[in-house]
């Protein structure tokens, strides 16, 4: 069946003209598929039949939305779904991934039942091979992630995955994860069966219908073009896979969705000569590249090789559709990959090696949400080859931001919004994508930086830093310094650097944190997104004063600290207004707010002229002066006394002269460049919490502590207001919390990265959400949420009693570190010291 | 290297080190030769201290070091390790090291070898060991070897000198205080059938000596056999514009693999910058490197001088009168070993000056249009001209006097490739070749011939030289297929001996530097010497118009031609370039093929791909060719070791120096203009 329609496939995009309008598939029951005309309008229109279009419209119609229309350029089912491999495995980096994939597991599952569609899915489990302690460790933070929300798993020994998989070779092994409930299934027929289950609730699905481009009006999707004319809609939903980023450009208000198709290869073979069963586990080996799982009684194996080949760079192309031919040679290193792991297959006879191109994105997380130029156009693509694996979760959340606007989980992650407007071009793409997809089964070690599509943007001074030994790291397309490598000093090579324990800039950030206390430092954060707001009369504080929680009728050249926050009082930014005068605003925001943050202000302010917001991101150099002389070599430069009360605003026109003068006067107290990674040390162990790591949409301020920058009483209503005053009649729950780890060896345990698991009293109560070595406590320290489960698994109320009376442990790689709570800073460590530069620090975000 | 040059035309334009690239000075240079030693002295003291005992370590990148290491290894295996002074010893432990593989082709090319037959054959046998070679070293030491002079002094010098350091080289480029011995008179050209004769001599003694060292087989890695190939490899690519390359060239490559010490052959590439174009040359010396190296450094001057329009003739006059700053002409495309001489700079830029200058005046300013085969020929002529006059006029600084007499007396042939949008020139003085690669229709490469040897083979050269010369010379004067019996290319720059008249050469030996004087070579006038000149430098010039089918384009010095038929040059180029080493791919169809055999099949695929991609560089790729091809035509790791690793005493015998560039045309932008017409 499946060679069979392969071949239909190969056969349609070798004749062009017969590419976008193929007949219907007999085989599918066609009641889904019609031929009518289409509608004239509808709420929604998606685009794309694949898993995640026909999972979207489910879920859509589930909630009740059902003017829904589904338009797909061939068939149901037809593109990547089609050809995807069938594995559904839950064993994935990141928590929402892993709970996207649980879902999809849980709804495949039960999917045959509802709709009658054979959907082939098999519960056999997935098994993930480890060949070094490093990948073994990888596995084990899995393990402990998957295990606090409800997904068996366990780290096996070699022998046991002997006994799993009889024809695994196992003398090289150190250890795997075994996940007893992932599956495998056919992703064309869950597709299907999705559809079906959509229609039947009236969603109208229409194949052989392409989509020209989405009709945009004020700033709001109005409609679609199609191939067979015209439908009005509120809604547009971009789930065209490879296709998605051509589609995205199409408009005339384009939408750039930054994803790149890669060649991937896999093999079928015919079957074992005893048949293996069905029920074998599938087998994951990354370090052998190679994924294996059975298939028909034979195998189906393909993998992620070190040096892939990018395709459709330049659009949909004939010429590359045509030339999607098996490549031997090029798989030859994962078949010796496949014979090592499963030596007895030599024997085995060849059917077919399949070419399916799959859509990468650079960053390996999928896309998805709202555009930020389009309202009402949102998008699910780019799933980095885990479309069945996410198809159901991702469906799910993307249909609750449109039915609710907001998911029912934390996807920052995930959100288009994450990437800015240089990381959609081609040329980027087409080069991270290469480092992208070998990176699917490289080991993902804490503080991982991309090498490919760098220097997007950069500070003015970036050589000046550059030539002073920076280190860089890559924020949103921007470059910023992690450390300074002083001249004597080698670090290790790229590949060698890469480690779960102690890094070996340790020495180097240590010294730039204590120059940072006792001295001063500079640090170059120009990558900051840095907005304006002006108007003519008073409606920019009015504005203002609607979307920022705290108050911002503060005199002029005062700076206020504040959260932007939605209907539920989570966070949306959280940032710094200074007042320049008073009708305008100056915000500073976290770097990779620059999107999300225009998105939301363009999407809360009224159209009205007197009201100018600008990005003037690139105007200015930001220099970050941290440190006990700061003020001194400041009062220097400036002629003009500074002190905490009258800190003049000062605005220099030639960032390279400041940064020399700075660095000149600078030097009888000390000075040296510091990078981000001394800052984070710093603000981690001031107990300061940074947007989109430990803030996210659905964090209030009540949860970390912020009840001071939040004037609920400050004359008007402002944007989650009545959420904030809820809770804290209420009462919140979860509380940001600072854990101090007590017997942990800084130089011989593994360090804590992010998403540790927290133990309270045994029980787990939540996640860190970031950590680093403060060298002032010399310990390590975790922030994180703590939430307090009932016996039924409710969430309750997090009082500080609750917190205070807990014994805790954080669990890294099933290693339980004993932990303090803290709910507040150690301010006495630091109060001598403590003056109008370190009041600042706090201010600025470091991360 | 290879940057634009600024005539910094100040009160004295040529002080200005940029007229040339300052890569060579005249300060006393280490005792290594030639732009192959840039290994570091030290190795050489390493080899020779731990002779036997840790030759790794002297399997440097260099081959020089390699060759040293081992030759001092085997001494000492032959002789212990007192043996520092065994130079005899290696050289014989070499020849019959390398007879096995060699001797066949021995007599064929022991002849050939020496394309000016007046340095009698033995010379590169039995050489003596000297100690006082410091001196000679100055004209052909290129800057990195500076670099290490202050290690040298660190080592025992003595040692260095005894043992690793002797100048082998007779000819002017290297004269020395022992030449004058017995061995060097000259020896008529029949001698050559009786000079093999000794050699069966060695054969007695070095196969007595076979019992006397243990038998091993020493091989190069593939590593230490790349390092050797790709040392003196360069590829320039044009720069795009915009993301096109709008230039008829992509780029070039090239590379020399050298058989004499100091290495002989020259090579050169720029791009005009005052007119379109591009020019590239290789340069093959006899008699010494003093001539190509004259030749490599100022034959484009005098082309691109040609090419120059009258108003920036003009400009550039008044720029040097007035001491203002001068356009640049040519942007050179240089490898690191591709040196100029400082100290004669401002001696040529004089001849050049004073070229344009009676250019600007000749000038009658009726045709605007400059042709170029005419300014090709032109400017050979002239610059062979200038460095006959500037050996007969001499200069006061007696360091350049006797520059400017080793470059007259020294020869060089020339092959000179002009490409502007699609016109191609080749100028051709002597046996170096050019040829066109064409791709036809069907995929397959042939080759067509742009340029005519100037040699005994050519009919229309001998029948030119006859006609030049009175009836009763017509049979001395090509004699062995050699001119007056002694010289192989019937064209070449310098060479006065077959210029002058007999007075012009005695008057100018006599009044010159002792060296001259004390070199036999120098005060041997050719027999049968009766009518000169019998040499001249003047080029034969093609043209050829660029068409899409025309791929690539091979300049190269005799050396390779005479190891390689032209068809195969072109085919292993062609092939390289186009990536045909890509093969077909595998499909399974409807075979049953296991995983095991598909494996298999694969694993071969690679180890096959594998060797292909060893070059980046199509002169290296052709190179490798050259020298390690077996009967059937494929690289044979073996025999390019052999070759490789001979001593340079040897290598002279087996193989001429090699210089390759070979230049990619751009097929589209050529198509264009093709379709602009």
């Given at each position: 069946m499946f060679c069979r329609w392969l071949s239909i496939i190969r056969r349609r995009r070798a004749s062009p003209a017969r590419r976008r309008c193929s007949s219907a598939r007999g085989s599918t029951s066609a009641a889904e598929a019609r031929a009518a005309a289409l509608p004239a309008q509808a709420q929604v229109v998606i685009c794309g039949g694949g898993i995640m279009g026909t999972s979207v419209a489910y879920h859509l119609s589930k909630m009740g939305w059902k003017d829904v229309v589904l338009l797909e350029q061939g068939r149901l089912a037809a593109g990547s779904t089609r050809f995807c491999a069938g594995i559904l495995s839950t064993a994935r980096h990141l928590t929402i991934e892993q709970k996207m994939a649980d879902y999809s597991n849980k709804l495949y599952q039960q999917l045959e039942q509802e709709t009658g569609i054979q959907t082939g899915y098999v519960r056999t489990g997935s098994i993930s091979l480890a060949q070094t302690q490093d990948r073994l460790i990888s596995l084990k933070r899995i393990n402990s992630r998957l295990n606090v929300i409800g997904i068996p798993s366990e780290i096996i020994s070699p022998k046991k995955v002997a006994e799993l998989h009889p024809l695994l070779n196992v003398h090289d092994l150190v250890g795997a994860l075994h996940v007893p409930e992932d599956a495998v299934l056919s992703s064309a027929d869950v597709a299907l069966a999705l559809a079906s289950a959509a229609s039947q609730n009236g969603v109208q699905i229409y194949d052989r219908t392409a989509v020209l481009h989405v009709m945009v009006k004020k700033g709001q999707v109005t409609g679609v073009e199609t191939d067979k004319g015209q439908i009005e809609c509120q809604y547009f939903v971009n789930c065209a896979g490879q296709w998605a980023y051509e589609l995205g450009l199409s408009n005339e208000e384009p939408v750039s969705i930054p994803l790149h198709a890669c060649e991937h290869f896999y093999l079928l073979t015919r079957p074992w000569e005893t048949p293996l069963q069905s029920s074998t586990p599938t087998i994951v080996d990354p370090d052998g590249r190679i994924y294996i799982r059975n298939w028909q009684g034979g195998i189906l194996s393909g993998g992620f090789e070190k040096n892939p080949k990018p395709i459709f760079t330049e659009g949909k192309n004939q010429l590359e559709i045509q030339n999607l031919q098996e490549d031997w040679d090029h798989f030859e290193p994962l078949l010796s990959s496949l014979l090592r792991r499963m030596p007895e297959l030599e024997t085995l006879e060849i059917l077919k090696l399949v070419n399916c191109p799959e859509t990468f994105t650079p960053d390996m997380r999928c896309i998805m949400g709202e555009s930020p130029a389009v309202q009402g156009y949102f998008v699910l693509a780019g799933m980095n080859s885990a479309g069945l694996s996410f198809g159901g979760g991702a469906g799910r959340y993307l249909a609750e931001w449109m039915v609710h606007g907001y998911p029912s989980e934390n996807v920052w992650e995930l959100d288009l919004k994450r990437f800015g407007a240089l990381q959609s071009s081609r040329t980027f793409l087409r080069h991270r994508v290469m480092e992208v997809m070998p990176l699917m089964y490289d080991l993902k070690v804490p503080r991982w930086d991309f090498q490919t599509g760098r220097q997007l943007r950069t500070s003015p001074l970036y050589d000046r830093l550059d030539a002073q030994g920076a280190r860089w790291m890559e924020k949103h397309g921007f470059e910023r310094p992690k450390y300074f490598v002083p001249p004597d000093k080698d670090l290790l090579a790229l590949e060698q650097s890469k480690t779960f324990y102690k890094p070996d800039w340790f020495d180097i950030v240590e010294s730039e944190v204590k120059c940072c206390k006792e001295a001063v430092c500079v640090i170059d954060m120009s990558s900051f997104t840095k907005f304006e707001i002006t108007s003519t009369g008073d409606q920019a504080l009015e504005i203002l004063q609607y979307l920022f929680s705290n108050d911002l009728d503060v005199p002029v050249g005062h700076i206020v600290h504040t959260g932007m926050l939605n209907e539920g009082g989570g966070y949306e930014n959280d940032c710094s207004i200074a007042r320049l005068n008073k009708r305008s605003f100056f915000m500073i925001s976290p770097t990779d707010q620059q999107v999300h943050c225009w998105a939301w202000l363009k999407k809360h302010m009224p159209s009205d002229s007197s009201l100018l917001l600008e990005d003037v991101t690139w105007k200015y150099t930001a220099l970050n002066l941290i440190g006990p002389r700061a003020v001194d070599v400041l009062s220097e430069l400036s002629y003009a006394p500074m002190t905490p009360d009258h800190f003049p605003s000062l605005f220099c026109k030639y960032a390279l002269h400041v940064y020399n003068e700075v660095m000149s006067v600078g030097q009888k107290y000390g000075i040296r460049n510091a990078g981000y990674y001394a800052l984070r040390s710093l603000r981690i162990e001031k107990f300061f919490a940074f947007w989109g790591q430990d803030l996210n949409t659905l964090t209030t301020p009540l949860e970390c502590g912020r009840e001071s920058r939040v004037k609920l009483e400050k004359g008007m209503d402002f944007i989650g207001r009545h959420a904030l005053l809820q809770q804290k009649q209420n009462g919140v729950y979860k509380r940001f919390t600072m854990f101090i780890l007590d017997d942990h060896d800084t130089d011989l345990d593994l360090w804590p990265w992010w998403g540790e698991p927290i133990y309270r009293n045994g029980q787990y109560v939540g996640k860190t959400t970031s950590s680093a070595y403060s060298y002032t406590l010399e310990r390590h320290v975790c922030l994180g949420f703590v939430q307090n489960f009932s016996d039924t698994g409710e969430e309750q109320v997090v009082t500080a009693d609750f917190i205070n009376r807990g014994e805790y442990e954080i669990d890294i790689a099933g290693h339980r570190f004993q932990a303090k709570a803290k709910l507040y800073p150690f301010t006495s460590l630091f109060t001598h010291k403590r003056r109008k530069d370190d009041v600042e620090l706090s201010d600025l975000h470091g991360k | 290297m290879g940057g634009a040059i600024e005539w910094k035309g100040l009160s004295d334009p040529v002080t200005s080190q940029s007229w040339r690239g300052a890569r060579f000075s005249s300060a006393p240079a280490p005792p290594s030769r030639g732009p192959l030693s840039a290994s570091p002295p030290t190795r050489h003291c390493a080899a020779n201290q731990e002779a036997g005992s840790a030759p790794a370590r002297t399997y440097g990148r260099g081959r020089e070091a390699a060759w040293r290491g081992r030759g001092a290894e085997w001494a000492g295996r032959g002789r212990g390790a007192a043996s520092r002074t065994g130079l005899r010893g290696r050289n014989a432990e070499w020849r019959h090291r390398c007879r096995s593989l060699l001797v066949r082709k021995k007599r064929a090319v022991f002849c050939r070898?020496?394309?000016?037959?007046?340095?009698?054959?033995?010379?590169?046998?039995?050489?003596p060991i000297r100690s006082s070679s410091l001196p000679l070293f100055s004209d052909a030491m290129p800057a990195p070897t500076q670099l290490f002079f202050p290690l040298v002094r660190n080592c025992e010098l003595s040692r260095i000198y005894g043992t690793a350091c002797y100048c082998h080289h007779k000819h002017l480029c290297c004269p020395s205080p022992y030449l004058p011995q017995s061995r060097l008179r000259y020896m008529p050209h029949p001698a050559y059938a009786t000079f093999c004769r000794p050699k069966e001599n060695w054969w007695q003694y070095t196969h007595g000596r076979r019992y006397a060292s243990t038998p091993q087989k020493f091989y190069l890695t593939p590593p230490q056999v790349n390092s050797i190939l790709k040392a003196n490899e360069y590829s320039f690519k044009v720069p795009e514009f915009d993301g096109k390359n709008v230039s008829s060239i992509l780029g070039f490559d090239s590379n020399q693999l050298p058989a004499n010490a100091p290495i002989e052959d020259r090579r050169s590439a720029a791009t005009c910058l005052q007119t379109r174009g591009m020019l590239l040359g290789v340069f093959d010396g006899h008699a010494g490197c003093a001539c190509s190296q004259a030749v490599s450094e100022r034959l484009f001057y005098y082309i691109a001088v040609s090419l120059l329009p009258h108003e920036t003739l003009l400009e550039i006059e008044n720029a040097v009168e007035s001491g203002r700053a001068l356009l640049p002409i040519l942007q050179w495309h240089k490898h690191p070993n591709d040196y100029f001489s400082k100290e004669a700079s401002k001696l040529y830029f004089n001849s050049l000056r004073t070229y344009w200058q009676e250019l600007i005046d000749l000038n009658t300013g009726e045709s605007t249009d400059i042709d170029v085969k005419e300014a090709l020929i032109n400017a050979f002529k002239r610059l062979d001209n200038d460095i006959s006059l500037e050996a007969q006029v001499g200069d006061p600084n007696s360091f350049l006097n006797y520059l400017v007499l080793r470059v007259a007396f020294s020869g060089a042939t020339a092959c000179v490739a002009h490409v502007d949008g699609v016109d191609l020139h080749v100028a051709n003085t002597g046996d170096s070749r050019a040829m066109l690669g064409v791709q036809e229709e069907d995929g397959s490469w042939s080759a067509v011939t742009l340029s005519n040897d100037?040699?005994?083979?050519n009919e229309r050269e001998l029948e030119r030289l006859k006609l030049e010369h009175p009836k009763n010379e017509a049979k001395s004067v090509v004699k062995q297929d050699r001119l007056l019996g002694l010289l192989m290319p019937f064209r070449a720059f310098g060479d006065v001996k077959f210029k002058w008249s007999i007075d012009l050469q005695k008057r100018v030996i006599e009044s010159g530097p002792d060296q001259l004087n004390d070199n036999e070579y120098t005060k041997f006038i050719p027999p049968n010497y009766h009518t000169p000149p019998y040499l001249t430098a003047e080029p034969e010039v093609t043209y050829h118009r660029l068409r899409p089918q025309d791929k690539f384009l091979v300049l190269a010095t005799d050396g390779l031609w005479e190891t390689m038929h032209r068809q195969d040059v072109v085919r292993i180029v062609g092939e390289y370039l186009t990536g045909m080493h890509h093969q077909q791919p595998i499909a399974v169809g409807g075979y049953k093929v296991t995983l095991g055999q598909m494996h298999g099949l694969l694993t071969e695929r690679r180890a096959k791909m594998s060797s292909v991609f060893e070059d980046q560089n199509a002169a290296t790729h052709l190179i490798r060719h050259a020298v390690g091809n077996n009967e059937f035509g494929a690289v044979d790791h073996e025999r390019l070791s052999k070759m490789l690793s001979l001593p340079e005493e040897l290598a002279r015998m087996y193989r001429d120096d090699i210089t390759i560039i070979v230049v990619q045309f751009n097929s589209h932008v050529v198509g264009a203009y093709q379709n602009q017409e």
């Open positions: - | 070898a020496r394309r000016m037959c007046v340095c009698p054959g033995p010379r590169r046998s039995g050489i100037h040699n005994a083979q």
